[in-house]
């Protein structure tokens, strides 16, 4: 990789919310031992999450993130009268092809980052042991069969090429998927026969050729016309429950999804629309609205919960109507971490987001969140909220509620996501802007100046220009930019 490659990368990785099973960062270096043990771990750890690769990155405070630049050069390393890649190489049972790369991220800062490739078939073992890493902490893998009975059963392929159903004929194909939705929603004529069809569906890996044919995971999740009939993508559907107030004591109605998430999408968004209670109360800019939230946004939210769950890990998209809220969660943590999900778009499913969004269920590029705050703000409505625990993440939209009755971390989460909507809409915040946005009136603009000031004081936004003494012309910008 190039020298700015390398630097783009680290910037993605260090926007991780934490140090994973497959990405570790360290300042400096302890030991070769150590960094063995952390290459069998995240190697194998990289193969239990579908990544192509872990990293081990030295030059970076794993609690905070920030790269400060390490003094320890790999390359140049030695144990003993041995070179450090040959001697941890010898040792690595299979050896795997791990790159080592130095480079400079600034005049001041020197990153050294280890490359390594995931996991293939069988654990990796470092002198006669596997590991793997458990949160932020390095443990040896026989420790957790669960994990290692994962890393065995890999093919080496990501769960969305792996096989749904095995010896199809084309027609069988046929029966299955809703191969019409495929061509009505990419807006292509339906070929004059069943070559035609099958061939276009190997083209975008939703089937291969097998014994007969095979449909991909790919292929059932988006377009099976019953998910029941596929064993390995039925515990996906979508569930969607509605509860009578604020807590889950009471169940109005439950709906789980039976077809596959392209045949199924429109449906499952109108269907969840309607359950959504109407305005009782909202800002000056929308008396009008019927609806408490705006379905464009409800829309985002849903395409990003199905797109961005961990496939390979249990659990299943949700949709949970409360009286005061919406939560929309999915199984797997994010990839990045949660502050960045307005500028940043990383998707672990790597297909299924491509297809979606050329079928038109998301954003072209990013991950509509811009999109979901612009229609927050303008419905009056509190800061989305996102939460990851229980290796799940959930996104909450709340009802209307006056600025009064915001507590102090709500508006700050509030001011925080304005300030990255006017940012990645190339314009800057300030405190007319953050008036507009809370509909406050111009003679209150102590308000909004104290809301910037406790945003300010958390972290979450700068200066754009703290060499501008004037009060009234200045402007914010978020924390990253």
């Known amino acids: 990789m190039k020298e700015q490659q390398l630097i783009e990368l680290l910037n993605n990785l260090v926007k991780q919310p934490k140090e994973s099973e497959w990405v570790e960062f360290k300042l400096n270096f302890h030991s070769e031992q150590e960094i063995g043990e952390r290459i069998s771990a995240l190697a194998n750890g990289a193969a239990i999450h579908n990544q192509d690769y872990g990293y081990l990155v030295f030059g ?32 690595l049972d299979p050896r795997i092809d791990f790159r080592i790369h130095e480079f400079a991220y600034d005049s001041q800062r020197n990153i050294a980052l280890f490359v390594i490739p995931s996991a293939q078939n069988k654990p990796v073992d470092f002198s006669h042991t596997p590991f793997i890493r458990v949160g932020s902490i390095t443990r040896k893998l026989a420790d957790f069969p669960e994990k290692e009975r994962k890393i065995w059963r890999k093919s080496g392929r ?15 194909v046929i029966r299955l998927l809703s191969t019409e939705t495929y061509f009505d929603l990419m807006k292509l004529p339906y070929p004059s026969n069943q070559n035609g069809v099958i061939e276009k569906f190997i083209n975008e890996n939703l089937v291969i050729k097998s014994q007969g044919y095979a449909i991909t995971n790919l292929g059932a999740i988006l377009f099976a016309k019953n998910l029941a009939e596929f064993e390995s993508v039925q515990r996906k559907s979508v569930r969607v429950i509605v509860y009578k107030g604020k807590n889950k004591v009471e169940t109005i109605r439950e709906q789980i999804g039976v077809k596959g998430y392209a045949l199924g999408f ?50 299943f998209p949700m949709v949970e109507i409360f009286s005061d809220r919406i939560e929309i969660s999915n199984p797997g943590n994010p990839l990045i971490t949660p502050d960045r999900f307005i500028d940043s778009y990383i998707s ?31 419905y009056q409505l509190p800061p989305i909220n996102v939460i990851t625990d229980e290796n799940r993440t959930r996104v909450t939209p709340y009802s209307y509620k006056k600025l009064n009755d915001l507590d102090k971390k709500e508006k700050i989460r509030a001011c925080y996501q304005h300030a990255c909507l006017k940012w990645v809409s190339n314009e800057k915040m300030s405190n007319q802007s953050l008036r507009e946005r809370f509909q406050i009136e111009d003679q209150n603009a102590a308000i909004a100046s104290r809301i910037i000031k406790d945003t300010f004081e958390a972290g979450m936004i700068k200066e754009d220009d703290p060499e501008n003494k004037s009060r009234k012309h200045r402007s914010y910008v978020p924390f990253w930019a």
């Open 348 to 378: 672990r499913n790597e297909k299924l987001a491509d297809l979606m969004r050329r079928m038109g269920f998301c954003e072209e590029k990013g991950s509509g969140l811009d999109k979901v705050i612009f229609y927050n703000e303008l």
């Open 60 to 91: 970076v405070e794993n609690e905070s993130h920030l790269i400060k630049g390490t003094t320890f050069k790999p390359k140049h390393h030695k144990k003993g009268n041995e070179e450090l890649e040959h001697w941890l190489s010898q040792r």
């Open 158 to 172: 990501p769960y969305e090429f792996e096989i749904a159903k095995d010896n199809l004929s084309a027609a069988d």
């Open 266 to 315: 429109l449906g499952l968004v109108e269907w969840i629309n309607s359950q959504l209670p109407a305005n009782e109360e909202i800002g000056k800019a929308l008396r009008t609205e019927s609806r408490m939230y705006p379905e464009i946004a409800i829309r985002e939210l849903v395409a990003n919960a199905l797109i961005h769950q961990d496939l390979s890990v249990k659990g």
